[in-house]
């Protein structure tokens, strides 16, 4: 009902809602009052239930599944004609909604068919052996009209619901905001239990005093805040037991924790994972780098950095008894290079050398 009511700019109720920007365009939620022309007044139950149910407008043209009917497939035609005489009931208001905002591909509708074949799935409602009514009755709330998933589950490029995580929470809701996860682990930690969850479901108000932001409360003011208490409850108890084995246990820890607007722990712990993770890597690519560049300094020998001058000169250190000379070599570069060589000046070869270096 929300959607179609843009509460912000005070619209009339189900006269249009807020436009919703999505990757695939901004779609605008239409006027659905009994006006016989601006809205759907000129519908029968026939067109209206086959709307809700499957998706296809009276013309018989496939909706974007922005408008969240597959959630609605169950519903029974008593809760069809319920719905209906509910709709008329509301003033009729003469101003249409503004056409979608939603570019190519996106904007030829018998796209659509390709993602219904590949995403349209009919709710599972029906009642499980086993469980408690709460349970089903919830189950049935959950997966069906109060379409949870819709905002909780996040979606495939493709803008399908993501069964693999399935409630664990969605950071691109229409307009850039963010639903947290409602996994039952995440739950517990939250401090969330039956009674808590039920309440705030009534009032919008949380157990650690603060109060539901964003769509969500527009979901409790426009949609749960109207449902019995045993059906609240009944949302609360199938959240807090997804699999109905009746066990629903103690919360992990009192909701005194830092609420991060949009935050679930399990993310918080992945990113603070990835950063400590990250930082010990740059650490290691530091260490091994300064490792690397150190050990090439050491072996470096400073006199091999400047130009090489040196003139060699050579000198006749002493004349051996035996006549054989010793001459004395040096190169005083930047590397002390001393050459002595003796010979005998009439021999064919000279006996090298006696030869130092430092
Ligand atoms: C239109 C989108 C939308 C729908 C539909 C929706 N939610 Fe939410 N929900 C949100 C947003 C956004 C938040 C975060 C609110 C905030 O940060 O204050 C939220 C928060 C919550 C939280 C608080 C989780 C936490 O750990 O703080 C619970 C519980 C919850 N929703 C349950 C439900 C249930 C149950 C339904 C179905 C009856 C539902 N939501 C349907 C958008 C939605």
Redesign the pocket.
């Known amino acids: 009902m929300s959607c179609h009511t843009n509460a912000a700019a005070k619209g009339l109720a189900l006269a249009g809602g807020a436009p919703l920007d999505t990757p695939f365009g901004i779609f605008v939620p239409p006027n659905i009052t009994p006006h016989p022309t601006a809205g759907i007044g000129g519908w029968t139950i026939q067109d209206f239930a086959k709307a809700v149910r499957q998706g296809v407008s009276p013309e018989g043209d496939p909706y974007y599944p922005v408008f969240t009917y597959s959630f609605y497939a169950g519903f029974t035609d008593q809760e069809i004609a319920d719905l209906w005489e509910a709709f008329r009931t509301v003033p009729p208001v003469a101003d249409a909604a503004p056409a979608h905002d939603v570019g190519f591909p996106f904007s030829f509708r018998s796209g659509l068919k390709l993602w219904r074949a590949a995403y349209l799935d009919a709710p599972e409602t029906d009642a499980l052996m086993g469980t408690s009514s709460p349970w089903n009755r919830g189950r049935l ?2 997966e069906g009209a ?3 998933a ?3 589950t996040g979606r495939t490029l493709a803008g399908g619901l993501d069964d693999s995580a399935r409630f664990a929470g969605n950071d691109s ?1 229409p307009g850039g ?6 996994l039952v682990a ?2 517990l930690e ?1 401090g ?1 239990t039956v009674a808590n ?1 039920a309440y ?2 009534q009032t919008g108000l ?1 157990p650690n005093g ?10 409790v003011a426009e ?2 805040s109207y449902l019995t208490d045993a059906d609240r409850e009944a ?1 609360a108890t199938y ?1 807090l037991d997804p699999d109905g084995s009746g066990d629903i246990r103690n919360p992990l820890v009192l909701s005194r924790r830092p ?1 991060w ?2 935050w ?1 722990t399990r993310k918080w712990r992945w990113a603070m994972r990835t950063r400590v993770l990250a930082v010990a890597l740059a650490l290691g690519v530091f260490a091994l780098v300064g490792a690397f560049i150190w050990t090439t300094v050491r072996t470096l020998d400073p006199r091999d950095t400047v130009a090489d001058q040196s003139v060699p000169t050579a000198e006749v250190s002493e004349v051996l008894p035996d006549g054989r000379i010793d001459v004395q070599v040096y190169v005083l570069g930047n590397r002390d290079v001393r050459l002595e060589i003796q010979f005998t000046p009439d021999a064919d070869a000279i006996d090298l050398p006696l030869c130092g270096r430092t």
Do not use: Y
Not at 177 to 182: E, T
């Open positions: 709330l959950v109060a379409h949870c819709a905002c909780h809701l905001s963010k639903a947290p996860s409602i995440d739950l939250g969330w969850l705030a479901l949380l603060d109060a539901f932001g964003g769509s969500m409360a527009e979901v949609g749960t949302i959240l609420r607007r949009g679930t």
